[in-house]
């Protein structure tokens, strides 16, 4: 209510500045009166136009231009020019299209150009007059009020995008925090997973071991029941850190197989003579490797010692500077599953550094003996591959010449992942915004040249007709009453003054006749005198009356002026 109560406020001081004009130049005596109906209906028009400007613009500009229009054809006037621009800006302001815009315009142009056609008026002259009154008093307008409203709109798409980001920097930040959770998931899967499997599967070794006392076969047997439990409930929390659509870690499953506890006993109980034994008993110890937990700090060259120490045929081939823990995750993820799926097969590690971030390559060829380790989910490649690409990088893992490769290019330490400022949202903001500006620019410049044209094309014909419309003083005292039009019309000039001064004329022009004005001087753009040469509207057209009509002075001026042109 208090918002409408405003707006109406507003329409009705629109209403009462703009009808002020129509009112002063009466009461000063600008221009020639009006009667006071048309006064009345000028400021009902005005009325009209403020009551209907937020809704239809167009229909406000045409309303407010009517009654310039009908007090003049080329609509320059002083009484209703502040309407014509301010409703011309208040369209460009509140239409969101062009086309209305230019409709009422080109219908402006064609009602004035009818009203200059049936005038006895110089049309070219009122013509470009009202093309040059519709260019600067309503074409900038609108073109300032359109200008305007697309400054506003992309402030508030600016804002929007503003208000975007933030949302986007939570959504981040929020997805920052699960990928958190994912990672520590990921490395619980990795370190305590693994180790509790280990833990049981050697609790099940030593449980069907011969010669084992049974209170010693009993106690294998809780301690592999309770890391299984232990294994189960890691399960569990895993699954609560990790997102719903997350893969879960088999954690499980490769400890409680009675076939695996068997196959390591048989291991454990086997002599083995060299790192690269091949068969079931090695490819248990090869399985087994990383049953000590690795120490704090280690490196990837300390792990590939470490993982050829327990037997794995592994060979370093070249290790990154500085120490990566994305790196020695994919190394020490690649080692295990290469133990696990292909026992006996030498494995080799590739990590080179540069300043564009580390490569690392972890590859083994083809077992001599198929695993016997169920197949896996793959949630450990899963997870280094989702940790790989959060921070920028790439990673591959699949089949490589009958063997395996893994591979993974980290980004150098401190690069950002993500799109950077600037990205495809930020660069479609800018590029509408120059857009828009280009648009306005090119209509203020299309405008401004069309100005040009005109302003040239009138001062040209403004030019042209005074000058072809001068009448020597010599000449004109030559001139005798009673010459007929044939022999005058010789010395007189091509063309006639269209809007002659006849209200500073010395006397009226005599009835009937036909009258011609004339220019004393070819000056422009400043007051000379003019002369008129009456016809009578007999056969011969004789001169029956030449009057000089002054520019301003007294009648002694003029005579002087007469009686130097005689002589």
């Not at 006392?213 to 409930?233: G, Q």
């Not at 479609?428 to 299309?446: K, M, N, Q, S």
Request: glycine fraction near 8%; include cysteine; aromatic fraction near 6%.
């Amino acid at each position: 209510m208090r918002a409408r109560r405003g707006t109406l406020v507003a329409d009705l001081a629109l209403w009462a500045v703009l009808a002020l004009p129509v009112l002063a130049v009466e009461w000063l005596h600008l221009h020639e009166p009006d009667s006071t109906w048309q006064q009345l209906a000028g400021i009902a028009a005005l009325g009209a136009a403020t009551a209907l400007h937020r809704r239809l613009p167009a229909t406000a500009f045409l309303l407010a231009a009517a009654p310039g229009l009908a007090v003049a054809s080329s609509l320059f006037t002083l009484s209703y020019g502040c309407a014509l621009a301010a409703f011309a800006y208040l369209m460009g302001l509140r239409s969101p299209a062009a086309r209305p815009s230019l409709l009422a315009f080109a219908a402006l142009a064609a009602a004035g150009t009818a009203k200059i056609a049936v005038r006895q008026v110089d049309p070219a002259a009122e013509w470009l007059v009202l093309m040059g009154t519709l260019l600067f008093g309503a074409v900038f307008p609108w073109l300032i009020g359109r200008y305007w409203r697309q400054s506003r709109e992309l402030t508030a798409a600016g804002w929007a995008r503003a208000e975007q980001l933030e949302r986007e920097h939570r959504i981040v930040a929020d997805r920052a925090r699960l990928r958190e959770r994912a990672r520590i998931a990921q490395d619980m899967h990795d370190s305590l997973g693994h180790e509790l499997s280990l833990i049981a599967l050697r609790a099940g070794a030593l449980q069907v071991a011969p010669g084992l006392a049974d209170e010693h076969r009993t106690a294998a047997a809780e301690l592999r029941a309770a890391a299984s439990d232990a294994t189960d409930r890691l399960h569990g929390i895993i699954g609560l850190l990790r997102e719903d659509d997350d893969e879960q870690a088999p954690l499980g499953p490769v400890a409680t197989l009675p076939s695996a506890s068997r196959r390591l006993a048989r291991a454990l109980a086997a002599p083995d003579t060299s790192p690269s034994t091949s068969g079931t008993g090695a490819g248990a110890r090869h399985a087994v490797w990383r049953q000590d937990p690795a120490p704090p700090g280690e490196t990837v060259a300390e792990l590939v010692d470490r993982a050829a120490g327990s037997g794995l045929p592994v060979r370093l081939v070249s290790a990154p500077e500085t120490d990566d823990r994305t790196a020695y995750r994919v190394v020490q993820e690649a080692l295990t599953n290469a133990a696990k799926y292909a026992p006996g097969a030498p494995v080799t590690v590739e990590a080179r550094q540069d300043g564009a971030g580390t490569a690392v390559t972890v590859t083994n060829t083809r077992p001599a003996h198929p695993a016997t380790a169920p197949p896996g989910s793959g949630s450990g490649l899963l997870g280094l591959r989702d940790r790989i690409t959060a921070l920028g990088g790439v990673f591959d893992a699949g089949p490589h010449e009958g063997g395996f490769r893994v591979s993974a290019r980290l980004p150098a330490p401190g690069t950002v992942p993500g799109t950077p400022a600037g990205g495809p949202a930020d660069a479609g903001f800018v590029h509408a915004r120059r857009t828009a500006r280009r648009r306005v620019g090119l209509a203020f410049g299309a405008a401004a040249v069309a100005g040009t044209v005109l302003i040239g094309g009138a001062f040209t014909w403004y030019a042209y007709t005074k000058t072809h419309a001068v009448l020597t003083p010599r000449v004109f005292a030559q001139l005798r009453l009673g010459t007929p039009l044939a022999d005058v019309e010789l010395r007189l000039p091509g063309r006639t003054i269209t809007d002659p001064p006849v209200e500073r004329a010395p006397t009226p022009p005599p009835a009937p006749a036909d009258c011609r004005y004339y220019r004393a001087s070819g000056e422009l753009f400043v007051p000379v005198e003019h002369f008129r040469l009456c016809f009578d509207d007999d056969a011969a057209h004789t001169l029956i009356d030449k009057t000089v009509i002054p520019r301003a002075g007294t009648a002694d001026q003029v005579r002087e002026e007469e009686g130097e042109w005689a002589r």
